[in-house]
């Protein structure tokens, strides 16, 4: 089976930091991924981890630690825009070359001024 | 290039009844799947499929069928709504690999 392990909401002011933490058990797994969505809106993808250590994509960086189960999207000189919900995803093998992605319940982030 | 369509936006449904929600895409894309999204429960897998003439049960699939026919699209039937079945439907794809996910607006769907 697949789950993952995210904080519901989580606040921070504008021009700080913030590290939304996801931890995951997930079958045959292949990589972790980043999506957030605005209000009203529909997800779009943030970054991607195959390997283990840390990708950055401008303010937005992401880590896995495959022997940990763990990763994280840490958002740097947040802006109000920032403000959504942020969800990990694992992406695990579900048999006969199939895959499946299996996505947190996602952490609420506000961004406060 | 219209990436991923969903039609339709919105759905009232009364109880007992069927409809289909349409998915097309215009990227080739292998990989499409469907997701429910309800308030606390994050995205939740109904049905996937990795190419045209296979499907493949995700999370959630009670209640629902898929077919594909076509690489293009990639419908979801609902056979008998019911009031659990009212939520936010996003159809979802990929080129497969690690490609990542490209979600349609998604379809509002409420049964009464």
């Known amino acids: 089976g697949q789950s993952l392990e995210q904080p519901s909401e989580v606040t921070a002011v504008e021009g700080a930091i913030v590290q939304i933490n996801c931890t995951y058990q997930?079958?045959?797994?292949?990589?972790l991924s980043w999506y957030q969505q605005h209000d009203g809106g529909a997800p779009t993808f943030l970054s991607y981890?195959?390997?283990?250590g840390l990708e950055e994509t401008g303010r937005f960086s992401s880590f896995l630690s495959r022997s940990d189960s763990y990763g994280y999207l840490l958002l740097q000189e947040l802006q109000m825009k920032d403000s959504a919900s942020y969800f990990c995803?694992?992406?695990?093998?579900?048999?006969?070359?199939?895959?499946?992605?299996?996505f947190g319940k996602g952490t609420k982030l506000s961004v406060i001024p | 290039n219209a990436g991923v369509t969903q039609t339709p936006k919105f759905q009232v449904l009364k109880t007992g009844q069927s409809m289909t929600l349409q998915c097309a895409q215009d990227?080739?894309?292998?990989?499409m799947s469907w997701y429910r999204q309800d308030p606390g429960m994050g995205l939740r897998l109904i049905h996937y499929s990795v190419g045209a003439g296979i499907t493949d049960q995700g999370e959630v699939p009670n209640g629902y069928n898929v077919s594909r026919s076509t690489t293009e699209d990639f419908p979801l039937r609902l056979l008998s709504a019911a009031p659990s079945q009212t939520s936010v439907y996003f159809c979802?794809?990929?080129?497969?690999?690690?490609?990542?996910?490209?979600f349609g607006n998604g379809t509002r769907l409420t049964v009464t």
């Open positions: 997930t079958s045959g797994f292949y990589g």
């Open positions: 990227m080739n894309h292998e990989y």
């Open positions: 981890n195959a390997l283990d």
């Open positions: 995803a694992a992406k695990g093998y579900s048999g006969a070359g199939s895959y499946q992605l299996t």
């Open positions: 979802a794809t990929a080129t497969g690999g690690n490609s990542p996910l490209h």
